[in-house]
Nanobody, 120 residues
Framework: QVQLVESGGGLVQPGGSLRLSCAAS????????MGWTRQAPGKQHSELVA????????NYGDSVKGRFTISRDTAKSTAYLQMNNLKPEDTAVYYC?????????????WGQGTQVTVSS
């Protein structure tokens, strides 16, 4: 079992920055990938924000490339999402998730979600 605790959301003006954190506990040594998805108000589906593997390979959604940076502290089993130049369309609930296992066979765990609101 893996438990996730998210922090760092809030209200920010357009152009501002926020940093999200996702700390894993429990059997965290077996985590392969950590990342975030988000679900915007009124949208039926969530979208990929970013993820990072245990090898440090990163992947970003098209709408955040060049503005968001994901990193990972393996020793602390924690991932970070630095969000710069935030736009109103980044407003969403951001969900941390981890893949426990390996690239081909894993169990996915989810955090409780954190609200990010970009508004003037």
């Amino acid at each position: 079992q893996v438990q996730l605790v998210e922090s760092g959301g809030g209200l920010v003006q357009p152009g501002g920055s926020l940093r999200l954190s996702c700390a894993a506990s429990g059997s965290s040594s077996g985590i392969y990938r950590m990342g975030w998805t988000r679900q915007a108000p009124g949208k039926q589906h969530s979208e990929l924000v970013a993820d990072i593997t245990s090898d440090g390979i990163t992947n970003y959604g098209d709408s955040v490339k060049g503005r968001f940076t994901i990193s990972r502290d393996t020793a602390k089993s924690t991932a970070y999402l630095q969000m710069n130049n935030l736009k109103p369309e980044d407003t969403a609930v951001y969900y941390c998730n981890v893949d426990f296992g390996n690239e081909f066979e894993f169990t996915k765990y989810w955090g409780q979600g954190t609200q990010v609101t970009v508004s003037s």
